[in-house]
């Protein structure tokens, strides 16, 4: 773009633009899928070449890390680490080392990755603090803002942004830097940021992430509202954390109108650096919100408003690679352009956004007098319908489309053995008798391993935390018998929101075995007729069909074919009927999603999602209460199973 100088002439924006393929060499040792690999940067820079964005800037070379600039953040213990851990000498601790992390992976090419994405943003925040350039987009990987002094966590080996930031402070002075502004705008909070600028009023930190009360990751405390800073840096440190997830574009300018904006121009900063993550997009299978390109391209223009334009972005998270590169190209056009892409937003917040947005001005109002004024109540009534409630085009991560009752029983009535073309239903085979003489293992890895919960399956009722109560079985005698098993399946947590629970992600066994993997099972000895019960309320919430879903047949077949997907409960999610041995000469099932599912989880067409708390303590009682895990080893079991990428 041209524009104007001051002596009315016009000058080109320059816009710095740095990619390096060498940065995919980060990958997972084995070669297995992960939400934070290759493709991811690969897509961004084929998008921008695509549209010709990479013509119109200044395209820079990537550049390493020094050691110096590593240690003005991380310790030298973790400095030392990661620089080393790509070598020949670490290759028979490596993956043990990596294990020992939270969420986090490392290869042969891991080192040089880390060094030169974090030397990357040193570069282009350079260039703009310098003037060379006016404002510049670092395509880096792996990301930064979850890596701790001492630790790397959360994809995040080297925090970049932190390292980019306090080389502009400390070692170059005299380019005239004294304020940062550093915006975190990717779903999750910069937790590892907050810490490194805890005390230091030259920067002024800002997170806007889901936090659902400490229960998304990286699941603590950190991200709440109350924590605004310490000593000097007292009232520098703002947390926007949202109650929930779907928050989109309304949501994120609501919270750039009545907190970001007004105290950003009274912060008055000299340089914007943004940790540009992109997993709040729509469709993103771990941040599950829906903001789209227009919303990313109106947020960063409103902030080029601010410090001469010069801002700086830092690829941070983003795992859906269509809206990853579709934002990306967004923003790249604004730095360009100065203007946003074409769109519009007509919706309004969410009432918990204005219910955050006033909890955060209040807190904040004695720091920044310009929070100070009550929002009116004509603007915090505009309001869109709880969380919960909005359905999505992008997946189909909220209550299931499942069949209605006429549906199901039509299929399963085409089970039952016919006679001259006609179903005959008073000789039809008395299968609840003849169902209730076999026994079999129910296991459960969800909420049921709370036997308070599973009785609602059989007795019928609810305990707290469940939306709705359940009809409970036919038969409704309490288990024969109790036990526990580990099996080597992978637990996992997906979809945003369930019939019985509301908002927050359920779990699901991956159906395949997989011996790196250990998940706890409560197996309940039961009749089939009942297991034929629960799978119904488990997938249709009806309390009766006129056959089977799941017969003799089907459990002959299944100690076979190891699983058996049940075409008459295929919109259910729990469709999937796994074999997973024998107890006493008894067949153990349990009910889960199928490998075509787990590939869509993968893949995040449907979205990986953290528990809400009340599903979290089901969990957390089952486990406990079974004696076979501590509280503390069932919380950190859940979080794992929760935050580790498929």
């Known amino acids: 773009m041209e524009v104007k100088s001051g002596e009315g002439s016009t000058i080109k924006r320059r816009v710095g633009l740095l990619y390096d393929a060498r940065m995919c060499k980060h990958n997972t040792p084995d070669g297995d899928y992960h939400p934070e690999n290759p493709n991811r940067i690969k897509a961004i820079w084929n998008k921008l070449q695509a549209a010709g964005i990479p013509q119109r800037c200044v395209v820079l070379?990537?550049?390493?890390?020094?050691?110096?600039?590593?240690?003005?953040v991380h310790t030298e213990n973790h400095v030392n680490l990661i620089k080393n851990i790509s070598s020949k000498q670490f290759d028979s601790r490596r993956d043990r080392i990596a294990s020992k992390l939270n969420s986090i992976y490392l290869n042969e090419g891991s080192s040089e990755a880390a060094y030169l994405a974090a030397g990357s943003v040193i570069e282009v925040a350079e260039r703009v603090a310098e003037g060379e350039l006016n404002s510049a987009f670092a395509i880096v990987r792996p990301p930064g803002h979850h890596a701790e002094p001492d630790e790397a966590m959360g994809f995040c080996l080297y925090n970049n942004v932190a390292v980019a930031a306090s080389f502009l402070l400390n070692e170059r002075p005299e380019l005239g830097i004294n304020k940062i502004l550093i915006v975190d705008w990717d779903v999750h909070h910069g937790n590892s940021t907050q810490k490194m600028f805890w005390k230091d009023p030259r920067v002024l930190f800002f997170s806007v992430h889901r936090h659902e009360f400490g229960t998304f990751y990286p699941a603590n405390d950190d991200g709440f509202y109350t924590m605004i800073g310490e000593g000097p840096g007292l009232g520098y440190n703002i947390n926007v954390p949202w109650e929930n997830g779907r928050c989109g574009d309304a949501d994120y300018l609501a919270v750039w109108d009545h907190i970001l904006l007004p105290v950003a121009k009274d912060f008055g900063p000299d340089i914007i650096i943004i940790s540009a993550?992109?997993?709040?997009?729509?469709?993103?299978?771990?941040?599950?919100?829906?903001?789209?390109?227009?919303?990313?391209?109106?947020?960063?223009?409103?902030?080029?408003?601010?410090?001469?334009?010069?801002?700086?972005?830092?690829?941070?998270?983003?795992?859906?690679?269509?809206?990853?590169?579709?934002?990306?190209?967004?923003?790249?056009?604004?730095?360009?352009?100065?203007?946003?892409?074409?769109?519009?937003?007509?919706?309004?917040?969410?009432?918990?956004?204005?219910?955050?947005?006033?909890?955060?001005?209040?807190?904040?109002?004695a720091f920044w007098p310009t929070l100070a004024d009550e929002l009116p109540t004509k603007l915090t009534s505009l309001k869109a319908p709880p969380a919960h409630m909005i359905s999505s085009s992008d997946s189909e991560d909220e209550d299931t489309k499942v069949e209605t009752l006429e549906a199901v029983l039509q299929v399963a009535l085409s089970k039952l053995k016919v006679d001259d073309g006609h179903a005959d239903l008073g000789t039809a085979t008395p299968w609840r008798s003849e169902l209730s003489k076999v026994d079999v293992f129910y296991a459960s890895f969800g909420s049921n391993m709370w036997k308070s919960r599973?009785?609602?399956?059989?007795?019928?009722?609810?305990?707290?935390?469940?939306?709705?109560?359940?009809?409970?079985?036919?038969?409704?005698?309490?288990?024969?018998?109790?036990?526990w098993k580990t099996f080597p399946h992978r637990l996992f947590f997906g979809r945003d929101s369930s019939h019985t629970w509301g908002p927050g992600g359920v779990a699901f066994l991956n159906p395949e075995c997989d011996c790196r993997h250990k998940a706890y099972l409560c197996l309940?000895?039961?009749?089939?007729?009942?297991?034929?019960?629960?799978?119904?309320?488990?997938?249709?919430?009806?309390?009766?069909?006129?056959?089977?879903?799941?017969?003799?047949?089907?459990?002959?077949?299944?100690?076979?074919?190891?699983?058996?997907?049940?075409?008459?409960?295929?919109?259910?999610?729990?469709?999937?009927?796994?074999?997973?041995?024998?107890?006493?000469?008894?067949?153990?099932?349990?009910?889960?999603?199928?490998?075509?599912?787990?590939?869509?989880?993968?893949?995040?067409?449907?979205?990986?999602?953290?528990?809400?708390?009340?599903y979290t303590n089901t969990l957390i009682k089952g486990l406990v209460e079974g004696k076979h895990l501590s509280e503390e080893e069932a919380k950190a079991y859940i979080h794992e199973a929760s935050t580790k990428g498929l």
């Open 277 to 365: 993550g992109f997993d709040a997009a729509a469709g993103d299978p771990l941040g599950g919100c829906r903001v789209t390109p227009y919303g990313y391209s109106v947020m960063l223009k409103k902030l080029m408003d601010f410090a001469q334009g010069k801002i700086v972005l830092a690829l941070e998270g983003g795992y859906n690679l269509g809206s990853l590169s579709n934002s990306v190209l967004a923003c790249m056009n604004v730095l360009l352009e100065d203007k946003p892409v074409t769109g519009s937003s007509e919706a309004y917040p969410f009432e918990s956004t204005w219910r955050v947005i006033q909890a955060v001005r209040k807190k904040l109002s």
């Open 454 to 483: 599973f009785l609602c399956y059989i007795e019928g009722g609810q305990v707290e935390g469940m939306q709705k109560p359940c009809s409970g079985s036919k038969d409704r005698s309490p288990p024969k018998e109790i036990l």
């Open 524 to 614: 309940y000895r039961i009749t089939l007729e009942q297991f034929n019960d629960v799978l119904l309320q488990e997938n249709v919430y009806s309390d009766d069909v006129s056959s089977p879903l799941f017969d003799t047949n089907d459990l002959n077949s299944v100690a076979n074919k190891k699983a058996v997907s049940l075409e008459a409960l295929k919109n259910g999610w729990y469709h999937n009927v796994v074999y997973l041995g024998k107890e006493h000469g008894i067949p153990i099932l349990t009910m889960t999603c199928s490998l075509s599912a787990v590939g869509k989880f993968k893949s995040g067409e449907f979205p990986l999602r953290a528990p809400a708390p009340a």
């Open 61 to 72: 070379n990537a550049k390493e890390v020094k050691d110096k600039n590593l240690l003005s």
